[in-house]
């Protein structure tokens, strides 16, 4: 299957800094990004899908202010947690899709900490 | 709107038991249903799928019958092996495979 990269892994940050995760499709172009959140014994919950080139669709409840999500090109998207709070503490992971391809392919997700 | 329910673990087997992790759901019109697999520090990675009633979706010694009648998708495999450790996730979309709502994930830990 295709690789997707996720970085960083895991990262802890100080309550009120910006917090930047990366998502990368290494052997495709992922015409396609999603977003999710999973809480401790929760669903993986889908926070937005971006389209390579425009802005993303967010999810209802999901504040687009405050996760701001970029698609700029085939192969890279990005989620910043802006001004993150404690409450923002969770478990982000990415998948791509691109053109052809029957399925999504999730990254390895990242574990972030606010204290 | 879609929802999966799947059961709760972790799950704790033997080397060479049988495994059963059942899901239900709730869906309008007629998803595609999928398991995915994560093992530890990995992301995760379509297991099997079947897209229309009856289809008995399989992989790896997985196996998953969609049953229309029962909204149910439960993962079984006969003999499980250290390896499979891992946390399972039932989930179905019905806008093709991107768009997919999840459940909460079973972990299933096999012994030697």
């Known amino acids: 299957g295709a690789v997707v990269s996720q970085h960083p892994s895991r990262v802890i940050c100080k309550s009120g800094t910006s917090v930047k995760i990366e998502c990368r499709s290494l052997?495709?172009?992922?015409?396609?990004m999603f977003w999710y959140r999973q809480f401790p014994k929760q669903s993986l919950m889908l926070m937005a899908t971006s389209n390579e080139g425009s802005k993303a669709t967010y999810e209802q409840g999901v504040e687009k202010d405050k996760f701001l999500i970029n698609h700029a090109s085939l192969t890279l998207s990005t989620l910043t947690v802006t001004s993150a709070h404690p409450e923002d503490s969770s478990f982000y992971i990415c998948?791509?899709?691109?053109?052809?391809?029957?399925?999504?392919?999730f990254g390895q997700g990242t574990r972030l900490t606010v204290v | 709107g879609n929802s999966v329910t799947q059961m709760e673990g972790p799950v704790t087997l033997s080397e060479e038991a049988f495994l059963t992790i059942n899901c239900t759901y709730t869906?309008?019109?007629?998803?595609?249903l999928f398991w995915y697999v994560q093992y530890p520090g990995e992301g995760l990675q379509l297991l099997l799928k079947a897209t229309k009633a009856d289809d008995k979706g399989s992989n790896k010694g997985f196996e998953a019958t969609y049953r229309k009648e029962t909204t149910s998708f439960h993962l079984e495999k006969g003999s499980v092996q250290v390896s499979d450790s891992a946390v399972y996730f039932c989930?179905?979309?019905?806008?093709?495979?991107?768009?997919?709502?999840f459940g909460k994930g079973t972990m299933l830990l096999v012994s030697p």
């Open positions: 989930a179905l979309s019905d806008r093709g495979y991107s768009t997919l709502t």
């Open positions: 869906a309008t019109g007629y998803p595609s």
């Open positions: 052997d495709f172009q992922a015409t396609t």
């Open positions: 998948s791509a899709s691109g053109r052809g391809r029957g399925e999504a392919f």
